[in-house]
């Protein structure tokens, strides 16, 4: 059973940096898909990126490409998620998830992901 925990989240200033980190345990992670989502206060939540089981593919949402970069290291089971030039508007709850389809064609609503961790908290303050 894969089970997933992030980490890395803090309170940051407009136009600062930080980086996300989902670990996964389980037998098989090397072969899934990963995501990363957040939830805003009084949003619902919405996709960030996502990253094919060997890293050969990514995704992001148009309006935050160019500002993240997802990756991964398989051999420590890990998914990390580079955030730069944060803004308020960034401040949220991200999750990872995983993608269980083992597809080609990365997904981009929750509805597609399974063994999501807990969330970690970013804050942006201006």
């Known amino acids: 059973q894969v089970q997933v925990v992030e980490s890395g989240g803090g309170l940051v200033q407009a136009g600062g940096s930080l980086r996300l980190s989902c670990a996964a345990s389980?037998?098989?992670?090397?072969?899934?898909?990963m995501g990363w989502f957040r939830r805003a206060p009084g949003k619902e939540r919405e996709f960030v990126a996502a990253?094919?089981?060997?890293?050969?593919?990514?995704a992001y949402a148009d309006s935050l490409k160019g500002r993240f970069t997802i990756s991964r290291d398989n051999a420590k089971n890990t998914v990390y998620l580079r955030m730069n030039s944060l803004k308020p508007e960034d401040t949220a709850v991200y999750s990872c998830?995983?993608?269980?389809?083992?597809?080609?064609?990365?997904?981009?609503?929750?509805?597609?992901?399974?063994?999501w961790g807990q969330g970690t908290q970013v804050t942006v303050s201006s």
């Open positions: 998830a995983v993608d269980p389809s083992l597809g080609w064609v990365l997904k981009t609503t929750p509805y597609e992901y399974d063994y």
């Open positions: 389980g037998r098989t992670f090397s072969r899934f898909a």
């Open positions: 990253i094919a089981w060997d890293g050969g593919s990514t």
